[in-house]
């Protein structure tokens, strides 16, 4: 915590420092500087802050110098140390080459400051060796544990010396300050020349000679460059020429192998540099610690005392350190913007071979962005971009997602079939190292518009890669847009191959799916597909038995037995599907009917049966209904929608049944064989009735009808006897006389046992005549 509250501490002091010193200059109308990242120049007095232009958001550099680090100086030679630095800037805004460093903003200055703008920088070789004067307190990581790699080194030196070649024979010019403050490293790991505050231009004449520099031990040491770069002849006299610049080339490469640390260290003392050249002179110093072999007798050259003998510039290219398939790589990369299709082309192939052995740095800073800028070319797009994959899949996620990532997102606008093949084709890895924003906002929509694409390669390789971000999509565009189409796919599209990918795009997608899009939406949708083929009926296979064997999916028995049942089952008994497929098939049906099975027997055990309860209705019949508990239990959570459907159907039923008007019974009578029997066995039993009599009213005899009896008090029978015994004592109920009793002559007497008159009064029953007996029969009978 400590060491995040010192970087929050260091950034917001940056921030005070630029706001303190350039609010008044001009500079920061048009550019804003952010972190401090370096420092260089003359004393390493120039702090180089990263920035950006406020109206493009072009990346920078600014360069600025605060006046008052200079406070402790003199007068006379503060304004000799502005005047300095101010001429090295002039210098480089004048200067345009490759390996100069471009200048984006001339020099301003108020009365605080000097700055101006460059292409973004790095830091300046004398940072990257260990010299962080004018640093922030808290180094860079990037910084404080960068090391140069041999190819570095290489292609750095080749541009220095390309630069040097430039300043020799184009510009006629004298650098005369080659040294590591003087070198800066951009971001696109090139090395690039500036410095250019003690340059000089050689003094008319034929021979193209320059002044001897005039060293003076008092002045501060930003007023004149470093005296242990400067070539013999420029302190010593004699003929100084542009092989002057080529020995202090020498002495920064001992630097550069030697962790900074100069040949010789003359401390600005003019006496130990002479010194220094008479023992030079006498006998040769070691020159070789640390110096690569393959270079050690070019290097060896430099430090010759007679500056003819030295190589020059140009020659100094040549060399065999230079010769070498890394180097001429970087060279090609720079270049390639000039070369043509065909020469790009075949670059581009022979630069495969050496991807693997660069660095991931080197990939990042010198190769990835020259390559990024070959894609404004349309015709190369596909095979710029292959390569950039390549370099893409050795990063880590966040340095994909800043250095990557935007080439990306542009290209996925792109039209080119090939370029789109490739996204798709990389889509998994892209996935891998893309943000879940990212995803959501630019490659989830290219990957659904790729589903409606013509091209069944480019189809095919999309749902392949669509259940990667399935976990990303959204419950509407699942539902309304993906289901659908891949849905779509699966069932109308005539090509297999569209089928298959499309039926295993659904099946690796199954569990990142509601379970109710799995049952309303994707297996009713499947059940219906009607294909021969065996890979199609295969992966439905799939389909159903993940989504019936998933504990979170969990089919339900009604799903098994009206969607997938009906379908394996015809399935099945296709001719094209070998003994295993069949097999395959017939164990998930065994196991679905199971299922079913198990799970309906268990409910029906469950349920109540019903009680039979007597009701009676208006008509006076019987009729038996439900218990109140068989619906109640019938009603529960288990219970379908058209199981509840029917049981209120039911009640419904039953309900219009007890609210129709009462039916009255219409008694029919049928002739009874044995009546006239009866009739005589009862008029033998009267004593008043003759046989003359009862042979006289045989004919006049009914026989009786059959009537059905009612548990209720059928009221038409009782008003009826009413009406022909009127003048007999009412009986207020038949329901204690059993009808086959009196049938069979066993009519109760009037206050005899059975006898259920109210009121009753014991009175002797006056005999009736054969008439009147008669007609009382022929009235019980009729």
């Known amino acids: ?113 000097l700055a101006f703008c460059t292409e973004p920088v790095f830091a300046s070789v004398a940072n990257l060796l260990g010299r962080i004067d004018n640093m922030p307190s808290i180094l860079p990581t990037e910084i404080s544990d960068f090391t140069f790699e041999e190819a570095e080194i290489q292609h750095g030196l080749y541009t220095l010396v390309q630069a040097l070649s430039f300043l020799h024979q184009d510009v006629k010019m004298l650098h005369n300050n080659i040294c590591p403050e003087s070198v800066l490293v951009t971001k696109r790991d090139c ?39 400067l070539a013999p002849e420029m302190i010593l006299g004699g003929r100084v020429v542009t092989f002057a610049d080529v020995y202090s080339l020498g002495v920064f490469i001992f630097a550069l192998f030697n962790k900074g640390r100069p040949i010789m260290d003359h401390e600005g003392s003019l006496s130990k540099f002479e010194a220094a050249a008479k023992e030079l002179k006498s006998r040769p110093i070691s020159l070789s610690t640390n110096i690569p072999l393959s270079l050690r007798e070019d290097f ?60 991931k740095r080197v990939c990042i800073w010198k190769i990835l962005p020259s390559l990024i800028a070959e894609l404004k070319i349309a015709d190369i797009v596909p095979t710029v971009f292959t390569r950039i994959l390549a370099i893409a899949k050795r990063l880590n996620k966040s340095e994909f997602t800043t250095c990557v990532l935007p080439t990306v997102l542009h ?42 694409a013509g091209n069944c390669a480019m189809l095919e390789l999309g749902l392949q890669s669509v259940p990667t971000i399935a976990h990303l999509i959204d419950r509407d565009t699942m539902k309304a847009k993906l289901l659908p189409t891949l849905i779509h796919l699966a069932s109308d599209v005539t090509i297999i191959s569209v089928k298959v990918n499309a039926l295993l795009c659904i099946a ?83 196991s679905m009917l199971a299922k079913i099975e198990s799970e309906q027997r268990r409910r029906l055990n469950d349920t109540p049966k019903p009680v039979l309860q007597p009701v009676e209705n208006n008509s006076g019949l019987i009729q038996p209904i439900a218990s109140e508990t068989e619906p109640e239990r019938r009603t529960g959570s288990r219970l379908t929608l058209d199981e509840k459907k029917k049981i209120a159907q039911e009640q419904e039923k ?53 009537l059905s009896w009612p548990g209720a008090r059928s009221t038409q029978v009782a008003d009826a006897q009413s009406a022909h015994h009127s003048a007999k ?34 009175r002797k029953p006056s005999v009736p005549t054969a008439r009147t007996a008669e007609s009382d029969l022929n009235d019980l009978l009729g």
């Open 729 to 762: 004592p009412s009986i207020s109920s038949l329901d204690s006389i059993d009808p086959m009793a009196v049938l069979k002559g066993a009519t109760p007497k009037l206050g005899e046992p059975g006898d259920n008159t109210q009121g009753a009064m014991k």
């Open 1 to 113: 915590m400590e060491y995040l509250n010192k970087i929050k501490s260091t950034v917001y002091s940056v921030k005070a420092t630029v706001d303190s010193v350039l609010p008044g200059n001009p500079v920061t109308r048009e550019f804003e500087a952010s972190v401090h990242v370096a420092s260089a120049g003359p004393g390493l007095l120039w702090r180089i802050y990263s920035g950006f232009k406020r109206s493009t958001q072009q990346e920078v550099s600014i360069w600025i110098l605060e006046k008052k680090l200079l406070d402790r100086f003199q007068k006379q030679h503060r304004d000799a140390v502005v005047e300095t630095l101010r001429r090295g800037v002039l210098q480089l805004t004048r200067l345009k080459h490759p390996y100069v460093i471009t200048i984006e903003h001339p020099l301003e200055e108020s009365r605080d400051s």
């Open 191 to 229: 090395w690039k020349l500036a410095g250019f505050e003690f340059c000089s231009t050689p003094e008319a004449g034929p021979e193209q000679s320059f002044h001897p520099f005039e060293y003076q031990e008092g002045l501060p040491s930003f007023l004149q460059p470093s005296l242990n770069y």
């Open 508 to 590: 690796r997608m199954l569990k990142s799916l509601e379970s109710w899009m799995i049952t309303e939406q994707v297996v009713p949708s499947l059940s219906k597909i009607s294909s021969h083929e065996p890979g199609v009926l295969m992966v439905i296979l799939g389909i159903f038995q993940l989504a019936y064997t998933d504990a979170a999916i969990g089919l339900p028995k009604e799903i098994c037995a009206r969607y997938c049942l009906p379908f394996l089952l015809a399935a099945c008994v296709e001719s094209s599907l070998n003994l295993q497929q069949f097999e395959g098939f017939m164990t998930l049906i065994k």
């Open 300 to 359: 060896k050259m430099c430090f010759l005392l007679t500056p003819e003998l030295r190589p020059e510039a140009s020659q100094f290219a040549t060399i065999s350190y230079f010769s070498n398939p890394t180097v001429k790589c970087f060279i090609d990369l720079e270049q390639m913007c000039q070369m043509n299709l065909g020469e790009k082309a075949a670059f581009l192939k022979a630069m495969d071979s050496q991807l693997d052995s660069f660095s």
């Open 654 to 706: 039953a309900w219009q049944f007890r609210s129709l008007p009462p039916i009255h019974p219409i008694a029919t009578v049928q002739p009874v064989p044995a009546a006239n029997e009866i009739r005589q066995n009862w008029i033998a039993s009267s004593p008043t009735l003759s046989p003359s009599a009862a042979q006289a009213t045989s004919p006049a005899i009914r026989p009786p009808p059959i």
């Open 411 to 452: 290209l996925l606008n792109s039209s080119d079939s090939r370029v789109v093949g490739l996204l798709l084709s990389n889509m998994q890895f892209l996935l891998e190292r893309t943000p879940a924003e990212e995803i959501k906002k630019h490659l989830l929509p290219f990957l659904l518009g790729t589903l409606d």
